[in-house]
């Protein structure tokens, strides 16, 4: 008796099929996000437009998922509250300097010292590269994307001039990280804290005569209004990092967790704070070239 035709290849075309359809309507179920970006310096800031970009990409790796808007200026809340912000879901992603809070991280608080980097490209994707590693250990309560790092910053001051440790004896400091406060402390100097937002005021009242401060960023936040002398050498850079809510990236599907991990590494690092790199190490040029300026 001859075989009757088999209808398994169009049972199997129709269960392809049905797979495809299926798999549609999982990627068009995807939650829609419109993530809240933080941060804590004005939007004329060369971060501004890196976190816009950088928000930018997710979306359109995302197919339009996941969107995003950037809250400039601490609008969300201090910048010494932007860590704990990330944790409790306060923004989705936060810029966090750590060394606003001395003694809560350790680890990351070894690129905060003196003399570490001399060259700030160079030395975002080591410190990222490095860090990435004992992250998920001090930075547990939030999801970690990366950590970047400033051109090196120096001392700029309003009365006297620092040329030597001894300089500083006297003087009332505002340290741009809890390693440069302890420094200030051995000096026989007095620490003075304030965010870099807040540093024009503190110095303009005369409650810090001095501060350690990326050059760019003098003119930029309005300290040439404020200062005098600049000593013209790589002193030391600040650690941040680029954090999210751990509850925002659990409540996404397995296909956006993908392309915010694609966007939370050591090369989206360098592409975000490359930018900013340039934009201070350009201030130099900037602040030497404005009169009453002692470099």
Not at 42 to 63: C, D, F, R, V
Not at 128 to 146: G, H, I, L, Q, S
Not at 168 to 179: D, H, L, N, W
Request: net charge positive.
């Amino acid at each position: 008796m001859p075989a009757r035709p088999s209808n398994h290849p169009f049972a199997a075309a129709l269960a392809a099929a049905g797979l495809l359809i299926a798999a549609s309507g999982a990627l068009a179920q995807d939650k829609t996000f419109e993530l809240k970006l933080s941060h804590w310096v004005p939007p004329t800031h060369p971060l501004q437009k890196a976190m816009e970009e950088w928000g930018a990409s997710i979306e359109k790796a995302s197919n339009g998922t996941i969107k995003s808007k950037v809250f400039p200026s601490q609008q969300l809340g201090k910048a010494f509250d932007h860590y704990d912000m990330a944790r409790d879901g306060i923004a989705d992603l936060t810029y966090v300097n750590p060394g606003y809070q001395p003694g809560r991280f350790p680890i990351i608080a070894a690129g905060e010292l003196p003399f570490l980097v001399g060259d700030a490209k160079g030395g975002i994707r080591a410190v990222d590269t490095w860090y990435r590693k004992y992250a998920p250990t001090e930075m547990k309560d939030v999801k970690y994307c990366f950590s970047f790092i400033l051109d090196p910053l120096t001392w700029h001051s309003s009365k006297k001039k620092i040329v030597v440790p001894g300089d500083i004896k006297g003087m009332k400091v505002r340290p741009s990280q809890a390693t440069v406060a302890a420094w200030v402390t051995l000096l026989g100097g007095t620490n003075v804290q304030a965010s870099a937002t807040e540093v024009r005021d503190v110095m303009e009242k005369g409650v810090a005569e001095a501060v350690t401060f990326p050059w760019g960023s003098v003119p930029l936040l309005g300290v040439d209004k404020v200062t005098k002398y600049h000593m013209d050498a790589p002193l030391h850079t600040v650690t941040f990092q680029w954090l999210m809510s751990p509850r925002t990236y659990a409540a996404m599907s397995a296909a956006q967790k993908k392309v915010i991990d694609n966007h939370c590494t050591t090369e989206w690092a360098g592409k975000f704070a490359d930018p900013w790199a340039d934009f201070e190490h350009a201030g130099i040029a900037k602040v030497k070239a404005e009169p009453g300026h002692e470099v």
